[in-house]
């Protein structure tokens, strides 16, 4: 595996790769690797001649100092991760090589970002956004590979790529479950013994929330599961939303998307979890 930590010499090398008709899959991360990313990078190995992977933890995406600062950070034990799958090419920068000025970038992503995750975190997607579009510049990916626990963020993504007209075919990937059900996630690294016990609850309820959907209303639905929360000891309900899969709008009934998803976001304890699961 190759290790670069300067744009330059990454984009040089990548460049060189694919004048020799090489193809590049890449899988954008944050660190503190699990499962669900080496699902990502299994498949993108597969079907690609060249696997490229970024660990970086991106300041401007997050809301909260202390949540940046509190990130998980490991970088030798993902290297020794990245190795055992087979890795080719690690891009691993600083904030100033990534950022050299300060960001003025403003993305336009329309109804997907007035929902959910860009209702609760705002600016939260245009730096998503921001970085996705400057590693793609740098990696010139053929094929990118994002798990659909983050469906809003693989939503704005697809339309990033179409705003900036960047060729790249976005490929999603199904959401990596640990045994139990709970969506793998670098922040199940910071449950307690007893939270980590109890997190399964919430995939358990979005299955809850499947099963009866033929036989309630949209709006019976969501109070049922609202009020299956609310008396949930530990378990702090930030939303549950009822939504089409393309633009992420809430529903008024069963037929109002092609596609329909059921979105959560829960707070246990210190430690902010997100789910989702197609219901329809």
Not at 267 to 273: A, C, D, H, I, Q
Request: proline share 4%; aromatic share 8%.
């Amino acid at each position: 595996m190759i290790v670069f930590s300067n744009i330059s010499e990454t984009s040089s090398y990548i460049k060189h790769q694919k004048v020799k008709g090489s193809s590049i899959g890449f899988v954008p991360t944050m660190g503190a690797l699990h499962k669900g990313h080496l699902d990502l990078m299994k498949q993108a190995k597969q079907e690609n001649d060249i696997l490229v992977v970024s660990i970086f933890v991106n300041p401007i995406q997050f809301n909260k100092s202390e949540d940046l600062e509190k990130y998980p950070r490991n970088l030798e034990a993902d290297m020794l991760l990245l190795e055992e799958i087979g890795c080719d090419i690690l891009f691993s920068p600083s904030v100033a090589e990534m950022y050299p000025e300060k960001v003025t970038k403003v993305y336009n992503f329309g109804l997907l970002e007035t929902v959910m995750e860009g209702k609760s975190r705002p600016g939260h997607f245009n730096g998503v956004a921001v970085v996705v579009s400057k590693l793609f510049d740098i990696v010139l990916p053929d094929k990118a590979y994002f798990g659909e626990k983050d469906f809003q963020q693989l939503s704005i993504i697809k339309k990033l790529v179409e705003i900036d007209k960047i060729p790249v075919e976005i490929i999603p990937c199904p959401t990596t479950r640990e045994d139990d059900g709970l969506a793998m996630s670098s922040r199940n690294l910071r449950l307690t013994i007893a939270e980590r016990t109890a997190a399964p609850f919430i995939y358990q309820t979005l299955k809850y929330a499947k099963s009866i959907c033929t036989t309630t209303s949209v709006t019976e639905l969501s109070q049922i599961i609202t009020n299956i929360f609310s008396t949930k000891e530990g378990f702090d309900l930030e939303y549950f939303e009822l939504a089409d899969d393309i633009n992420l709008q809430p529903i008024n009934s069963w037929k109002s998307g092609v596609g329909i998803r059921a979105f959560v976001v829960v707070n246990l304890g210190k430690v902010r979890l997100i789910d989702n699961i197609r219901i329809i």
